[in-house]
């Protein structure tokens, strides 16, 4: 019982990786087909490859990121924005009844976060919030200890009274700013999504490139993005207090040209000095992975 | 082993509180001396005043709630800005030592949400914020099973990695915002506390006076007292998506005529649609006595 599996299905593709333990022995990445069916048919036929030399009893379980809210079970896609087709669809349940082998499913940012926090970036630290840093802003908290959860040996996505906790992206930083496509004013998410880059009129990645060859203009605007992002982050370790914040997404390339002036900020805004002093910042280490990986780990060895 | 004794040190009073189990047998009330060793003679003869017919053996032990930070092992009271006179003082050894008790210690919002989240308005919830609104906006977080606690059949009071959880004043809720006494802008304490009603030219209790007799500049002050409130509750849920909030403090005395604006503001700004629905905002329910009983309850029995 020492195989699992880690799907992480997002909008344009799907990445797959199988684990022995806690050490990846296969992967495998493909674009995302565009109707359910294809969706579960690439899936099954995906899993059964990478394990055609691996005995089923030998697998421990399935475990699928998604992009978006789960109900309050955690066994049904909601409404993921980007990936319509899979609405309403208990997609868990499908897997596992076709492929007899437990199956589970989580939000695409609390994998990341596991997974950074059991192989990636947070490896050795016992309470970590993780954050996506894309065409929305996500969160994901895990601790040693969940706040409700029973069993306490591990490490566990910590969710809230109702299952919503670390939505981090919809935090109000100004009142009276930006509207957000949620409703409200002034979100986190407003600031340190691609829509900061898109109201500035350039594309993260030609952005980096600039950045890259010292250009002003794009250095300049990272510092800009930065501020924000240290806003942000401030909010988390004063409310939250938290070990090590790990920071991964698309954004994420750009790492080195945000996070001074990020940290910069938070040197300002977070009120204990021993958060301020002892907090670790860490850029996340698994890439691409970190989703499937953290998959993977949902299911309990 | 049954009796617990709690102290609540305030700038201008100090509460105490015996308890039997989790019974509230005795209470009293006297205004805070100048100096530290008048202080902590105060406290010496106020608990054997307390406790003259209990057996010392029955005493499980004495808590000590204090306002602002203490050091991270919790033993020394730092620099309390409304009570200098105890700053470096390891207040809670002197009276262990003194009374040959074992006493405990921690900080007063930290005492106000046990209290209450035990004995008080979350007694049957399992994972409580307590806000105090006073001349700070002050936060605590207590929790069925502490994040990185060992034990978890109690509630526990969630510190955070190094000690600083739940500072919720220095939130920033608008980035650009007033600049706070912590050298930051836009905190929510700036928006929350009572430095709200100052800019306005009016005191709390005045205020209270004249919304009692349905005065609209009173009533229009406290919708948008509410409104900044809503937006920093919204930001707690969003991100640690509690159970309950209970809100004490002294300008909660005015919670019915600020809640329905706070209340309006988190539907708007919460994004899960089942925390929206089902966290509970609590006004609180021991009064002035929270902290002590909370401060009591540091001891276990």
Redesign the interface.
Known sequence: MNYRIGIDIGATKINFVLLRKQRILKKKKILTPGTKEEIIEAIEENIRCLTWNVKQKEVEGIGIGIPG?LN?KGDLVLNPPNLKCLSNCPLAKIIEKDLKTRTLMDNDVNCFTLGEAVMGAGKEA??IVGITLGSGVG?GIV???????ET?SRKHI????????????????????LKCS???Y?CFEEYCSERFFKRKGILPLKLEEKAEKSNKFALNLYNEYGR?LG?GL???I??????MIVIGGGISVAYPFFIKSAKAEIK?????P??KQ??KIKRAKLGDLAGSVGAALLVKS
């Open positions: 809210p309050e016992k309470f969160g601790a040693k200890l969940g706040l409700v959860d306490r910590y969710r809230g009274a109702f299952g919503s906790a670390a939505e981090v992206g919809h935090m109000t930083i100004k009142f009276d700013g949620c409703g409200g002034g924000y806003i401030a909010n988390i004063n409310l939250l207090d938290p070990e300002k805004r977070v009120i204990s021993l958060s002892y907090v």
